[in-house]
């Protein structure tokens, strides 16, 4: 990990690595979502990104609880991000 990915790194953070971890998600579902504009990355080096901790806990929350519901990707999408 560089010194800019470093200083980057804070509690109001978190990696795609923990992000699976914590929500029990597989590295495919997070490369998804976050290709589909779901979990926006807040930085990139290489194989890392980093993302913001609440709004990737409040952006998954949402996200099954509208699936739940019945609601396909794409229209959470719609609903999440107003496209």
Do not use: C
């Not at 929500?23 to 979990?39: A, E, P, R």
């Amino acid at each position: 990990m560089s010194k800019k990915m470093k200083n980057l790194k804070n509690p109001a953070s978190i990696t795609a690595k923990d992000i699976i971890t914590k929500y029990k998600l597989s590295y495919q579902t997070v490369n998804h979502y976050t290709d589909f504009g779901l979990l926006p990355v807040l930085f990139k080096e290489g194989n890392v990104r980093l993302y913001d901790r609440g709004l990737v806990g409040k952006r998954l929350k949402q996200i099954r609880a509208l699936m739940g519901e019945g609601y396909s990707l794409r229209l959470i999408r719609k609903k999440l991000l107003g496209i």
